[in-house]
């Protein structure tokens, strides 16, 4: 299943930033893991991989490959599934690959998803098949991603709770792993960053349930850090003028805001996970105000004062 997980990923990487539609011919000679030695195997393994694509909730289509519409190619389509473009030029995105290379951190290079997230790495030279690399948490994703392609149910440790998950999709964000489903017990949609679920396993029979019809994975989770956990409170913050359009600008459609006449803003936010919020509101120092729920108001303060 790593050997599946490794394909996949490269595939998606090669689709997202291919920028045009690519064939089966130009996909098994240039995606790491489909070097079978005949046409037969690679034929079986693609259509397994494209079937399993599909199944994760990812946009995979056809579309012709040139005017004359005779070849047809593969597309994923980045904005059906990818992060918002932040609008970089080709000469941004080649220095943030250029940093990226020269930059060591621990002993380790990074990675280049973060790139692909960016909009792309710039062309390279080099022919060489595209490869991914799945971190520290390839186990953990291996179980996850056969668990979600079969409908198995998943059980997990999350905060010193046990929890038990129907699982629709997986999705790279923000230089995370993210897995969304159905929890079992409320039946409500919840999402989990990977690498802070301990003992995943799945258990009982396969196809245990079916996938919403119409689900994306791209739209299953949420937008901002702070919207992705087991929490729900309704944050209400005041932000001074002079941060009031940053703040604007990062707020989520799920956010109700009040402009007012001396250009600050009020903002009632929803938050789902207390400490990346609070990690986000503290970016504005001194210019944002919580004003409630107290609660949530007495936890930053602590955590300002070093109390948490």
Same mark, same amino acid.
């Given at each position: 299943? !790593?050997?599946v997980?490794?394909?996949i990923?490269?595939?998606?990487?090669f689709?997202?930033?291919?920028g045009?539609?690519?064939?089966?011919e130009e996909?098994?000679?240039?995606v790491a893991g489909?070097d079978?030695?005949g046409?037969d195997?690679f034929?079986r393994t693609?259509?397994?991989?494209?079937?399993?694509?599909?199944r994760?909730?990812i946009p995979?289509?056809? !579309?012709?490959?040139?005017q004359?519409?005779?070849?047809?190619?593969?597309?994923?389509?980045?904005d059906?599934y990818?992060?918002e473009?932040?609008?970089l030029? &080709?000469d941004?995105? *080649?220095a943030l690959?250029?940093?990226?290379?020269i930059?060591r951190?621990g002993?380790t290079?990074?990675?280049?998803?973060a +790139?692909?997230?960016?909009?792309?790495?710039p062309a390279?030279a080099s022919?060489?098949?595209?490869a991914?690399d799945?971190?520290?948490?390839?186990?953990?994703l291996a179980v996850?991603?056969e668990s979600?392609?079969t409908?198995?149910?998943i059980?997990?440790s !999350?905060?010193?709770?046990?929890?038990?998950l129907?699982p629709?999709?997986?999705?790279h964000?923000?230089?995370h792993w993210?897995?969304?489903?159905?929890?079992?017990? *409320?039946g409500?949609?919840r *999402?989990?960053?990977v690498d802070?679920l301990? &003992?995943?396993t799945?258990?009982?029979?396969e196809?245990?349930?079916e996938?919403?019809?119409?689900?994306r994975?791209?739209?299953?989770?949420a937008?901002?850090?702070?919207?992705?956990g087991p929490?729900?409170?309704?944050?209400v913050?005041h932000f001074?003028?002079p941060?009031a359009?940053?703040a604007r600008?990062?707020?989520?459609?799920?956010?109700?805001s009040? &402009?007012?006449s001396?250009?600050s803003?009020?903002?009632t936010?929803p938050?789902?996970h207390? &400490?990346a919020f +609070?990690?986000?509101l503290?970016g504005?120092?001194?210019?944002a105000?919580i004003?409630?729920?107290?609660d949530?108001?007495r936890?930053?303060?602590?955590?300002?004062?070093?109390?948490?």
């Open positions: 299943m !790593h050997r997980l490794e394909r990923i490269n595939l998606l990487a689709l997202l930033t291919a045009r539609p690519v064939t089966a996909i098994r000679y240039q489909y079978q030695e046409d195997a034929r693609f259509e397994r991989d494209k079937d399993l694509i599909r994760l909730g995979l289509t056809m !579309h012709p490959t040139d004359w519409e005779v070849e047809q190619g593969y597309v994923v389509v980045p059906e990818g992060l473009d932040p609008g030029t &080709d941004e995105r *080649s690959w250029a940093a990226a290379q930059v951190m002993g290079g990074t990675g280049a998803e +790139i692909f997230k960016l909009g792309g790495a390279q022919n060489e098949p595209l991914a799945l971190g520290a948490d390839a186990g953990t996850l991603f979600v392609t409908r198995r149910t059980r997990f !999350h905060r010193d709770s046990t929890r038990r129907r629709f999709g997986l999705v964000r923000r230089g993210y897995v969304a489903g159905e929890d079992a017990e *409320s409500a949609q *999402s989990f960053r802070r301990a &003992d995943v799945a258990f009982g029979p196809n245990a349930f996938r919403p019809e119409g689900f994975a791209s739209e299953a989770f937008s901002r850090p702070w919207e992705a929490d729900d409170i309704r944050a913050v001074d003028a941060v359009w940053w600008r990062q707020l989520s459609e799920g956010s109700d009040d &402009d007012h001396d250009g803003l009020t903002a936010i938050v789902a207390v &400490d +609070i990690g986000w503290i504005f120092e001194d210019q105000e004003v409630a729920p107290a949530l108001r936890r930053f303060l602590a955590h300002v004062a070093g109390d948490s």
